[in-house]
C-alpha cells in the first residue's frame, strides 16, 4: 500500500528536531503577530515615566508585571516585541513573494528560451549580484519615502537573484526531459509548457527558497530600521528597538538584548524549518533525521 504524504510528512518532522523546533517558533510567531493586541499586556506605545528601565522580572528589582522589563520611556518591552512581530512577518513574507514572482519568471524565460534572453537576464543578475544588496536597499530607502510598503517593495526588488539561478539552472534540466519534449512535439505552446508542466516541477525549490529568504528579509529590515532608514516611529520595529537600546547596552542591558534575542530566535526558526522543508521536499530523502 503506498504511503500517504501527510504521513510522510509528520514522519520527517519527529525524526527531526531542528524541524520541530523551528515549526514551533514560527507557529508562535504567527499566533504573536495576529493576536498581538490580545496577548500584549500594555498598549506598545504607552509611556510611564515612572517605570522606565525597570530590569526583567527575572533580575533583581524586576516585577512580572513587565516580564522583559521596560526602556527608557517606560514601554513595556514584551509588548513592543509582540506587536514588532507583525512588521517584521508581514515585510518578510511580503517582499518574499515580490522577489518569489519576479525571479522565478526571470528563471523560467532564461531556463526556458535561452539564447539572447538567457544572456540578457544572467548579465543583469550578474550585475545585482555584484552590488551588496543592503547598500542597494539603502540608496532605495534613502530616495524613496519610508515605511512598511517602501521597505516591501525595496526588500523585494533586490531580493529575486537566488530565485533567477535556481529556477533557470532547475528548467534547463527540465526542459530535456521527454514530458517536455512530447509536449512541444504536438505543438503546445511555450507558455503552456512553462506554466503547466516546468512550472508546477520547479515550485518545491521556489518554496524552499522563499522560505530561507524570509529570513533574510527579516534582517534585512532590521538592519535597515537599526540605521534609521526603515520603519519610523510610532510604528514598532526590532531594528529600531535595537538602535534605542545600544545607547544603554552598558548599564541597562535587556534594553536592546531582548529584541536582539527575539530577532535572532525567529531568525534560526525559520532557518530551521526551511531546512525542514527542503529534506521534506527532496524526493531522494531517505528519512534520516537531524
Same mark, same amino acid.
Given at each position: ?140 530607502? *534613502?530616495?524613496?519615502? *519610508? ?35 512530447a509536449a512541444i512535439t504536438v505543438g503546445t505552446p511555450d507558455w503552456r509548457i512553462i506554466l503547466d508542466h516546468i512550472l508546477p516541477n520547479v515550485l518545491s ?86
Amino acid at each position: 500500500m503506498q504511503k500517504k504524504p501527510g504521513g510522510r510528512i509528520l514522519r520527517l518532522l519527529l525524526q527531526s528536531y531542528t524541524g520541530c523546533v523551528g515549526l514551533f517558533i514560527v507557529t508562535a510567531m504567527v499566533v504573536f503577530a495576529v493576536f498581538a493586541k490580545q496577548i500584549a499586556p500594555f498598549e506598545p506605545n504607552a509611556m510611564n515615566p515612572l517605570e522606565m528601565l525597570k530590569p526583567p522580572a527575572f533580575c533583581e528589582g524586576g516585577s512580572m508585571k513587565h516580564l522583559l522589563g521596560t526602556d527608557n520611556l517606560g514601554h513595556d518591552i514584551f509588548s513592543r516585541i509582540v506587536y514588532g512581530t507583525r512588521v517584521s512577518i508581514i515585510i518578510g513574507v511580503c517582499s518574499v513573494l515580490i522577489a518569489g514572482f519576479i525571479g522565478t519568471a526571470f528563471g523560467l524565460v532564461a531556463g526556458y528560451f535561452g539564447g539572447f534572453a538567457d544572456a540578457v537576464i544572467m548579465r543583469v543578475t550578474d550585475a545585482f549580484h555584484a552590488i551588496p544588496r543592503t547598500l542597494l536597499a539603502l540608496v532605495a530607502v *534613502s530616495v524613496m519615502s *519610508s515605511g512598511v510598503t517602501t521597505l516591501i517593495i525595496v526588500i523585494g526588488v533586490t531580493g529575486w537573484i537566488t530565485y533567477a539561478r535556481v529556477v533557470r539552472s532547475e528548467v534547463l534540466a527540465l526542459k530535456n526531459r521527454e514530458f517536455v519534449k512530447a509536449a512541444i512535439t504536438v505543438g503546445t505552446p511555450d507558455w503552456r509548457i512553462i506554466l503547466d508542466h516546468i512550472l508546477p516541477n520547479v515550485l518545491s525549490s521556489v518554496i524552499v527558497v522563499s522560505t530561507l529568504a524570509v529570513a533574510t528579509s527579516i534582517i534585512a529590515e532590521s538592519s535597515l530600521s537599526f540605521l534609521g532608514l526603515g520603519i519610523q516611529p510610532p510604528s514598532i520595529s526590532w531594528g529600531g528597538m535595537l538602535s534605542t537600546g545600544r545607547s544603554y547596552i552598558a548599564t541597562n542591558w535587556w534594553v536592546a538584548t531582548m529584541p536582539g534575542i527575539a530577532l535572532t530566535v525567529t531568525v534560526l526558526g525559520i532557518m530551521f524549518l526551511g531546512n525542514w522543508l527542503r529534506d521534506v521536499m527532496d524526493p531522494h530523502h531517505t528519512g534520516s533525521g537531524s
